[in-house]
C-alpha cells in the first residue's frame, strides 16, 4: 500500500533506516553502497572543529563508511570503503600513486576493524575486546608487509614513471612499516585510553553511563591494559626520534600534544558513538525480537483461531466480508473464496443477510455487542446459528459465529418432552392427547406419517387410537403376528429399519410386509415402568435415510414419557367413568360422601364441598383425610397417625365407625360421626366413606359439661362463702364477745393501762370483723351480678396515697414504713371503687405478713399493650411456693395469721382477681420465705 501523505512518505523512510525494514539484508548491502557513494562524492568536505590551534577534522568520506560499519559491522563498513569512500585519495592526490593504494588499503581496514569492534557485544569485559584489538594491529602489518613486497616493488618495476612523485623519495621500506605500525598501534591506544577515560565517575556521568560499580570488571586485565598503554606511548617516542630523525624537538612536542589532544577528543566522541551504535544494535536486536514474538504471537492466534470450533468473520462498515477463519471450511455455507471481497447481501439469504446489516449497522454506531440467531441449509441439513457481533478498531468488527444445531435440537427435544408431559392435564381425552404428540414430534422429526399401536390384553389384538398416513387407511384391531410393529413389541428394542435390514428379517422369518413398503421407517416401544403397552412408528414413502441413530435415541427416550402420559390419560377417563356412575349416588345421599384410596379422596358428593365450606370438590380431592384436619385429633394423637389407624382397622374388619374432627376451609373444624367401608371399584380396592355431620350433639354435650362446669364453681363458691361465715367469721365475734363479757363483768378490777389495752384489742377485733365483713359483702354482690362498674380516668398515685392512709395506722403500730413511689402523673382507666378495694387488700396483707420495722412499697409503670403495671412489695416472711400456687383459687383454703395474729382468710386475694380480671388486666405473685413478696396486676391507660 503506497503511502497518501506527506507524513506517510516520512514515517515510511524512518522506517527504512531505523525500522524493521534496516534489518533486511538487502536493505543493508544498498545503504552501505550509497553511503559509501556518498562518502566519495563528499570527500573534498570535513566535518571539522577547531580548538585554538587545534583542528580536529573527520572527512565526511571516513565519517559515512565508519558510520556504517558500526551500525551494520565490518563487512558492510568493508563494502561501504568498496563503494567509493577508500578511494578520496585518487582523487584529492592524483600525483601519490603508492600512498594513494596505501591510504586506500588503510581505510579499508580501518573500517573494517571499527565495525569489528563496535558491533561487538563486549559488555565492557576486557578478556574479550583485547584480542579483537591486538589481532586488527597484527593484520595490519603483516598487511603492510604484504603490500609492500607484492604491490609496491612489481608496480614500482613495470611503471617507474608513474611513481616517481615527491613523495616516493621519502618513503622507504621501514618508513612504511614505522607508519603502519604507528598507525595501528595508536588505534589500540585510541580504544585502550577510551576505556580507562570511561572509568572516570564525571566522564561516565557527563556521558550518561551506568556507574562502573555496576560494570562487569574484570581488575587484572584493566591494569594490564593501563600497562601497555604507557609502554606503546614510549615506543612512539622512540619510533619518532630514531626513524623521523627530527631535530625539532619543540616542534616534536607541539605534535605530541596535538596528537594527545585529538586523541583523547577523539576517544570521547569515539565511546560516545559506540555507545549509540551499541544502544542501536540493542534496539534492533529488541525489536527483532518483537518482530519474531509478533509473528509468532500471530502464529498461535491463527493456530488458536483455526482451532476454534467457532467461525470468525471480519467486517467493515460497508459490510464486505474481509477475512474469515474457520477450522472446518466445507461445513460453511459457501466456499471461503466466495465469502472474501463481497458483501454480506451477495452470500446471504436475504432474511439473514439484513438481520446481519442491522447488527453491523449497531455495532459499529454504539460500539456494544449484538447477537443474532439464524438458520442456513448446509449440505442438506438445517443448521442453526448464533452470531455476536464485536467491534475491532474503528473500521472493522468482528462476528464470532456458534454452530448450535445441536443445543437447538436438545432444546426442541426438551420442549417436546414438556408439552407431552403438560398434555395430559391440557387435552380433554385420549385422542386429543395423540394428536398434541404427533404434533410435538414432527418439530424434531419427520412425522408426517405416524400411527401409535396399543396392546389389548384381553383381546391380545393391536388398537389404533391414532394413525395418521398418506397411503395406508386407519387398519381394524389386529394381532399384526408378523408385522415390525409386533416384531418392536416382542423384543421391547427400537428399530431403525432400511431395506437391507427388512430383507434380513424377512429371510429370517420374523417379520413380513404389512401395508405399504416405506424406505424410511422408525418404529419403538410405549414401555411404562411395569409393562410394554404398544409401539410408536414413524415412515417416509419417498426418501432413504431420513431418520439417524440420534432420532432412535431421541424417539426412545421420549417413547417412555408417551406411555406413561398415555396411561396416565387412560387412567383419568377410566376415573371419568366411575365418577359418572356414582355422580347420582352422591348427589342423593344427604350426608357427605366421598371415595378414599391411597392417594386420598378422589371424589365426593356436593354435600361433602358444603359441609367443609369449599366451593368446589376440585379444591380438596386427593388430599388425605390428614390433610383435611387440625393436627392433633380430641384424644391428643396426631391426625396423620390415627387416620392411618382407623383406615387400616377398616381394611381389616371391613367396617369401622369413629368420631373424627375435620377442618373447614375457614379454619374452624366440625365434628363428624365417620363410617369406613371397603368396596372394589374398576379392580382396585377403596373406602367408600360417609359422614355424618355431630356438630349439633357435640354443643349440646358441650353446653352441658359447661353448666355442670359452672354448677360445680357455684357450689365451691356457696361452700367456700358459708366457710366464712361458719368458721372466719364465727371465731373473732367469739373473742369479741369474750372481753366484753370479761370488761363488763370485772371492769372495777382493771387498772387504767388494763383498759386500755384491752379496748385496743377490742377496736383491732372490731376492724378485723369489719374488713371481713366488707369482702363478703362486695364478694356476695360481684357474684350476684349487683356491682356496678363504672371506670373513668383516675390519678394512679392520688388513689393509691388514699389507700396508704388507710393502712397507715395500723402500719405504724407495727413500725412498718409504706412508701408510695408512683409516678405523680401516671393515670389508669378503672372503678374507683375497686381501685381502691384492690389496694387497700395488697397494702393490708403486705403490712399484715410484714415483721415489725419492716418496709412495705408500692411502683408502677407503663408497659405494652396501653397497660400499667403495678407492684406492692413487702419484705415480709414471704409465701412458700405450695401455697403460691393456690392463691386466686376458689377452691383452696389458704388462710393464715400474720406477725401479730391478724386474721386472713385469702378472701381478699380473690377479690383483687375478679376485679382486675374485670378491667381486663392480670394478677401474680412472686414470693420466697423469709425475704419478701411482690404482688403485682395491671391495668389498663386508657378506655
Request: hydrophobic share 40%; with cysteine.
Amino acid at each position: 500500500m503506497k503511502p497518501n501523505s506527506k507524513n506517510e512518505k516520512i514515517v515510511a523512510v524512518k522506517n527504512y533506516f531505523t525500522g524493521t525494514a534496516a534489518l533486511d539484508p538487502k536493505r543493508k548491502w544498498l545503504t552501505a553502497i550509497v553511503f559509501g557513494f556518498l562518502g566519495l562524492l563528499f570527500s573534498p568536505y570535513s566535518f571539522s572543529i577547531t580548538i585554538g590551534e587545534v583542528l580536529i577534522s573527520m572527512p565526511w568520506s571516513i565519517t559515512f563508511p565508519i558510520l556504517i560499519a558500526m551500525a551494520y559491522g565490518a563487512k558492510f563498513g568493508f563494502i561501504a570503503g568498496v563503494s567509493g569512500s577508500a578511494f578520496y585519495p585518487f582523487l584529492l592526490w592524483t600525483n601519490n600513486g603508492y600512498p594513494n593504494v596505501m591510504n586506500f588499503v588503510i581505510l579499508l581496514g580501518l573500517f573494517t576493524s571499527i565495525g569489528i569492534i563496535s558491533y561487538s557485544k563486549t559488555d565492557d569485559k576486557y578478556s574479550e575486546i583485547l584480542p579483537k584489538l591486538f589481532l586488527i594491529l597484527a593484520v595490519n602489518i603483516v598487511s603492510m608487509w604484504i603490500l609492500y613486497h607484492f604491490l609496491f616493488i612489481p608496480l614500482l618495476s613495470l611503471n617507474p614513471p608513474f611513481w616517481e612523485a615527491n613523495s616516493i623519495r621519502s618513503i622507504n621500506y621501514h618508513l612504511l612499516t614505522t607508519f603502519a605500525i604507528k598507525d595501528s598501534v595508536n588505534f589500540v591506544l585510541i580504544a585502550l585510553l577510551a576505556e580507562t577515560l570511561l572509568r572516570l565517575p564525571l566522564v561516565r556521568q557527563f556521558l550518561g553511563l551506568p556507574s562502573s560499580a555496576k560494570m562487569k570488571l574484570n581488575h587484572s586485565i584493566f591494569i594490564f591494559s593501563l600497562s601497555v598503554t604507557v609502554l606503546i606511548g614510549l615506543i612512539l617516542i622512540v619510533l619518532d626520534f630514531a626513524l623521523l630523525k627530527t631535530n625539532d624537538h619543540d616542534y616534536y612536542e607541539f605534535l605530541l600534544f596535538v596528537f594527545m589532544v585529538i586523541s583523547w577528543g577523539g576517544i570521547i566522541v569515539a565511546r560516545i558513538i559506540i555507545v549509540l551504535s551499541e544502544k542501536r544494535f540493542e534496539n534492533e536486536n529488541e525489536l527483532q525480537r518483537a518482530c519474531n514474538q509478533i509473528k509468532e504471537n500471530q502464529e498461535n492466534l491463527n493456530a488458536l483461531l483455526n482451532a476454534l470450533p467457532d467461525l470468525i468473520f471480519v467486517f467493515d462498515s460497508n459490510y464486505i466480508f474481509l477475512d474469515i477463519y474457520s477450522n472446518d471450511k466445507d461445513s460453511l455455507y459457501v466456499h471461503p473464496e466466495e465469502f472474501i471481497g463481497k458483501k454480506v447481501a451477495e452470500v446471504l439469504p436475504p432474511e439473514v443477510a439484513n438481520q446481519s446489516i442491522q447488527c453491523i449497522d449497531k455495532t459499529f454506531a454504539t460500539g456494544e455487542l449484538q447477537n443474532q440467531n439464524y438458520s442456513l441449509p448446509i449440505n442438506g441439513e438445517i443448521k442453526y446459528f448464533e452470531a455476536r457481533f464485536v467491534l475491532k478498531g474503528e473500521k472493522t468488527c468482528l462476528s464470532i459465529v456458534s454452530e448450535v444445531t445441536e443445543q437447538k435440537r436438545t432444546e426442541l427435544e426438551r420442549r417436546v418432552l414438556y408439552e407431552i408431559n403438560h398434555g395430559v392435564t391440557t387435552t380433554k381425552n385420549l385422542n386429543e392427547l395423540l394428536k398434541l404428540i404427533h404434533q410435538s414430534l414432527g418439530k424434531v422429526l419427520y412425522a408426517e406419517n405416524c400411527f401409535i399401536a396399543l396392546y389389548d390384553k384381553k383381546t391380545e389384538l393391536f388398537g389404533f387410537p391414532y394413525f395418521v398416513d398418506k397411503f395406508d387407511p386407519t387398519p381394524e384391531p389386529h394381532s399384526m403376528y408378523k408385522s415390525c410393529t409386533a416384531y418392536i413389541f416382542k423384543t421391547g428394542k427400537p428399530l431403525l429399519l432400511t431395506q437391507e435390514l427388512f430383507d434380513n428379517l424377512v429371510q429370517q422369518n420374523e417379520v413380513e410386509l404389512v401395508g405399504t413398503n416405506s424406505p424410511s421407517w422408525i418404529g419403538v416401544p410405549l414401555i411404562t415402568p411395569e409393562k410394554t403397552i404398544g409401539v410408536l412408528v414413524l415412515q417416509h414413502y419417498e426418501e432413504e435415510n431420513i431418520y439417524s441413530e440420534r432420532d432412535v435415541q431421541f424417539l426412545d427416550s421420549v417413547g417412555s414419557q408417551i406411555a406413561m402420559v398415555i396411561e396416565r390419560k387412560r387412567a383419568e377417563d377410566e376415573l371419568h367413568e366411575s365418577e359418572e356412575m356414582f355422580r347420582r349416588l352422591f348427589d342423593e345421599s344427604a350426608d357427605p360422601t366421598l371415595l378414599l384410596d391411597e392417594t386420598g379422596f378422589t371424589n365426593c358428593n356436593q354435600a361433602t364441598v358444603i359441609l367443609l365450606g369449599y366451593s368446589s370438590k376440585e379444591e380438596f380431592l386427593y388430599k388425605k383425610p390428614w390433610e383435611l384436619s387440625p393436627k392433633r385429633q380430641p384424644d391428643g394423637l396426631l391426625s396423620s397417625e390415627k387416620a392411618k389407624m382407623m383406615i387400616d382397622k377398616a381394611i381389616a374388619e371391613g367396617y369401622n365407625r369413629f368420631e373424627w374432627i375435620h377442618s373447614k376451609l375457614d379454619g374452624s373444624d366440625v365434628p363428624v360421626d365417620v363410617m369406613l367401608t371397603p368396596i372394589q371399584l374398576k379392580g382396585k380396592q377403596i373406602l367408600y366413606t360417609v359422614w355424618r355431620d355431630i356438630s349439633v350433639r357435640k354443643r349440646a354435650e358441650e353446653e352441658i359439661k359447661k353448666r355442670n362446669n359452672e354448677l360445680l364453681m357455684t357450689n365451691a363458691e356457696k361452700d367456700k362463702f358459708f366457710s366464712i361465715i361458719a368458721h372466719d367469721l364465727r371465731s373473732p365475734f367469739q373473742g369479741f364477745l369474750g372481753m366484753t363479757e370479761v370488761m363488763s363483768e370485772n371492769v372495777g378490777e382493771f387498772s387504767i393501762e388494763e383498759l386500755v389495752k384491752l379496748i385496743g384489742d377490742l377496736n383491732k377485733s372490731a376492724q378485723n370483723l369489719y374488713k371481713l365483713l366488707q369482702n363478703l359483702l362486695e364478694w356476695a354482690q360481684l357474684k350476684k351480678g349487683s356491682t356496678n362498674f363504672t371506670p373513668e380516668e383516675l390519678p394512679l398515685s392520688i388513689t393509691i396515697s388514699g389507700c396508704v392512709e388507710q393502712i397507715n395506722k395500723r402500719a405504724i403500730q407495727k413500725g412498718i414504713t409504706i412508701t408510695n413511689e408512683v409516678p405523680g402523673e401516671q393515670k389508669v382507666f378503672a372503678d374507683e371503687r375497686m381501685l381502691n378495694s384492690i389496694t387497700s387488700n395488697l397494702l393490708s396483707n403486705a403490712v399484715k405478713f410484714t415483721r415489725k420495722e419492716g418496709k412495705v412499697s408500692i411502683t408502677a409503670h407503663a408497659i405494652n399493650g396501653g397497660m400499667v403495671e403495678v407492684a406492692v412489695h413487702d419484705t415480709g416472711v414471704g409465701i412458700s411456693e405450695g401455697v403460691v400456687n393456690k392463691l386466686f383459687k376458689i377452691d383452696e383454703k389458704i388462710g393464715s395469721e400474720g406477725t401479730d395474729g391478724e386474721l386472713s382468710t385469702g378472701l381478699g386475694l380473690l377479690l383483687c382477681k375478679e376485679f382486675v380480671e374485670k378491667h381486663g388486666g392480670k394478677i401474680w405473685v412472686e414470693s420466697a420465705e423469709n425475704i419478701g413478696s411482690t404482688f403485682y396486676f395491671t391495668m389498663p391507660v386508657r378506655k
